[in-house]
């Protein structure tokens, strides 16, 4: 008994008990900062939705067209056969740098800034000379965003529907870490020649109002590691060595029985 009390207010036990108290006491952090939409009342609240979103077809995309027509023969020279040779499936077009693909027959069409309507009603039009009543079907297929910094399951991910907004996004990726910052969550966002930086700030409702809730293809969101984090790793790196000497001389102390 006389040798656990003892134990018990030894310098170095004392050292690692008041290093992991400041440990702590740094990266606590409140709700205020781990709150997602903070500004919505208790009570029921509506939010009028002034925005929709359609993607944006850029040089680089990959999109897919698809034709049909009253004469199966006359529009299957706009498609590919599958390599089972059984179904017929739509030919896929890389978007030049000049914002254009070329079709057969009808050669170049301009897509670039374009959404998927809109491009499928200009190839129609080009189609009517060739084909009675044809139909288009245009998909983008490299439709893809990337999720980094303070998230459980950073990476880039493919999205099949062409839409998909920021808090899903996060949700994809696992949602933040508790670290993660709420306040600055960083959209990188690259069009018609120009780089755009935007901070979304996901504790308060207006996001939704802005243009980056939905993001476009190819759009980076990055979530700043918050001062919890910052602190943490900072404290843990001052603490280790003195923890690393406390067990030492602990083991020291188990080994060959010694009081002091």
Known sequence: MSYICAM????????????????????????????????ISDSASVQTITRDFEAIIQ????????????SKEASSF????????????????????????????IGQVQVNGLTTQLAKQAIKDKLQQYLVNPTVNVRIRN?????????????????PNEKITLVEALGLAGDLTIFGKRMDVLVIRESQNERKFFKVDLRSKEFFESEFYYLQSNDIVYVEPGKGKIASADS???????????LST???????????
């Open 78 to 105: 706009f498609n590919s056969v599958d390599e089972s040779g059984d179904q017929v499936v739509a030919n896929t077009y890389l978007v030049d740098a000049s914002g254009t693909i070329e079709l057969p027959l």
């Open 8 to 39: 018990k207010f030894h310098p170095a036990l004392l050292l690692i008990i008041l290093s992991s108290f400041m440990f702590l006491s740094e990266s606590c952090m409140t709700r205020k900062d781990i709150s997602y939409f903070q500004d």
């Open 236 to 246: 843990w790196y001052r603490i280790l060595p003195i923890v690393f000497s406390g």
């Open 250 to 260: 602990i083991a020291l102390f188990l080994r060959f029985g010694t009081v002091l």
């Open 143 to 159: 439709f893809k965003i990337t999720v980094l910094g303070e998230v459980k399951t950073p990476g880039v991910y493919t999205i």
């Open 59 to 70: 040089p680089g995309d990959i999109i897919s067209v698809f034709v049909s027509s009253l």
